[in-house]
């Protein structure tokens, strides 16, 4: 199936629209010729309402990762997302809940299947860490340190979310190491 009929389908999917709180509204962005991937966990309550991904403090924590512009991040030509969980799957005690375990089976092969161009997945957190990484990746702090192991077409972050302040302060290095050679390798796939 091409990726002009899978994608009518997907924003259409309504397979745990019973466990949403919200209601379903998937959220991802797609193109064929995308050379960059951001595979997330699931839209947040902003983004549930704007139906925009990332349009919210940690889109713009992750463009500054990324070392792009809006233009550039939301050019489904040149950056894909796709994130665990098409829709926002409501708050629990801790943050929001965690992407639904229908989505990613439902769609994410077929989807993947349909983007050949490929360079670079940006790996964002645990949920996505554990599909994109398998298990021996560890916890996300331990990809993140590891990082280098699954350069340079895999690079597992931790979330960009502003809750993540703490890790970061705890981590400096990352910032420091991980974040400009991002930058670069963006840049270069972009170019």
């Known amino acids: 199936m ?3 009929r899978l994608l009518p389908k997907v924003r259409q999917c309504t397979l745990c629209v019973e466990h949403l709180p919200h209601g379903a509204r998937p959220v991802l ?33 992750l463009r500054a990762w990324m ?9 489904p030509s040149q950056i894909a997302i796709l994130p665990m969980g098409f ?10 809940l965690p992407p639904r375990p229908e989505c ?4 994410r092969e077929q989807l993947l299947g349909l983007l050949p161009r490929i360079q670079l997945t940006i790996v964002l957190g645990a949920y996505a860490m554990a599909y994109h ?18 350069w340079p077409d895999r690079v597992p972050l931790p979330h960009p979310s502003p809750r993540n302040r703490l890790w970061l302060k705890r981590n400096p ?13 963006v840049s270069d796939i972009l170019s």
């Open 67 to 75: 070392g792009v512009d809006r233009a550039a991040f939301y050019d």
């Open 87 to 96: 829709c926002y799957p409501g708050t629990g005690t801790g943050g929001d």
């Open 2 to 4: 091409s990726l002009g």
């Open 133 to 150: 990484l398998g298990p021996e990746a560890g916890s996300v702090t331990q990809a993140v340190s590891a990082w280098k192991d699954f």
């Open 29 to 61: 962005q797609v193109g064929k010729d995308a050379r960059v991937l951001i595979a997330g966990q699931a839209p947040g309550r902003r983004v549930h309402e704007s139906g925009v991904p990332f349009d919210d403090p940690s889109g713009e924590r």
């Open 104 to 107: 990613a089976p439902a769609w």
């Open 173 to 185: 290095w990352f910032e420091v190491e991980v974040v400009p050679q991002l930058q670069r390798r």
